[in-house]
């Protein structure tokens, strides 16, 4: 039975929400045991009637506007840093947290530890595609500025996470730019594009050169990496579409008894469309590098998000994909 470590303080909603998913993740896998960060008149009612959920009382919580770094420091027995430090002494196997994508990011990098070998952990998303086709795109914000080997090992460790989540056999990975040719590019892209040529000379990765972001939803390739600055950009661009998309579709259906009709009909469809985007339907983010794993969720969370995002945790224990990831690297040593 493995134990998926939930931050119950997580979230811009309240703790309700939140273990109200982990009600469902215990529902839906028999094998699975929660242990439960959080105040304790939180967490200790919520254990209290459920034999797979397990107390971590917790004094401190890390909100959503403080300077991450600073509050992992500061705020030690926080939610965030004592469910990462579960993680490294066995307690847990894995790690899930709607709260801060910094402070978890800053906690999971000090407390769980890296690769051996990996430069900087990478955010990955699953992003949905045409024909069913999924896509792993990172990084999606973690590191901002890129030296050309780090977009290397995320183009290694996305390939990975492909495999297990997306079920790709030999992953594809393409280059996010500003044109399909090798020639177009800022001068980062351009060095990020050569030393993606090199290691896919070298036989590390399956690289198919630039894409463009048009191609990040039409399933064009199994993997697209970026610097996290063009990442993060890309993906609120997305988010932000799906928002506009929804809203125009809430107006349209005010303005006339067959809009409203119209509307009601396509309804499902767009929220299915605004629910991938937004990640919760695979969990939300993984961070990849992290010797365990470590997922973040969406901060405006709901109890079906957290709990794929805690049976997402449970999956990459289960499919061993930090092992997976470590191997991948010592090939390239």
């Known amino acids: ?17 939140v273990l109200s998913g982990i009600d469902l993740a215990l529902g839906a896998d028999r094998d699975l045991t929660v242990l439960v960060a959080g105040d304790a008149s939180v967490v200790e009612p919520f254990c209290a009637s459920r034999g797979r959920a397990v107390p971590l009382v917790t004094t401190e919580v890390i909100a959503m506007g403080e300077h991450p770094a600073t509050a992992v420091r500061a705020k030690r027995d926080s939610s965030i840093v004592r469910g990462c430090r579960a993680v490294r002494e066995g307690d847990a196997q894995a790690f899930f947290s709607a709260g801060s994508t910094g402070a978890v990011l800053a906690a999971a990098t000090v407390t769980v530890g890296r690769v051996k070998g990996v430069s900087r952990p990478a955010l990955a998303a699953v992003l949905p595609g045409l024909d069913g086709h999924q896509t792993v795109f990172c990084d999606l914000g973690a590191n901002a500025d890129c030296r050309p080997e780090m977009v290397v090992q995320f183009a290694q460790m996305g390939a990975v996470l492909a495999e297990v989540e997306a079920g790709a056999g030999h992953p594809t990975v393409a280059l996010l730019s500003n044109g399909t040719e090798e020639t177009k590019g800022s001068s980062q892209a351009l060095a990020f594009h050569g030393a993606l040529e090199e290691a896919a000379d070298a036989g590390l990765v399956d690289f198919a050169g630039n894409c463009e972001g048009s191609d990040i939803l039409l399933g064009s390739h199994d993997v697209i990496v970026s610097c996290g600055f063009a990442g993060n950009i890309a993906l609120k661009a997305m988010e932000g579409t799906a928002k506009f998309m929804a809203a125009r579709l809430k107006a349209a259906a005010a303005s006339s008894p067959r809009s409203a009709l119209g509307a009601l009909l396509v309804k499902p469809a767009f929220s299915a469309i605004a629910a991938d985007l937004s990640g919760d339907v695979h969990g939300g983010a993984c961070l990849l590098g992290l010797k365990a794993p470590v997922l973040v969720g969406h901060g405006h969370t709901s109890p079906e998000a957290v709990m794929n995002g805690t049976l997402a945790a449970l999956r990459t224990v289960r499919e061993d994909l930090c092992g997976r990831i470590a191997a991948s690297l010592r090939a390239d040593a």
């Open 1 to 17: 039975m493995n134990t998926v470590c939930v931050d119950a303080m997580g979230g811009d909603l309240t703790p309700d929400v």
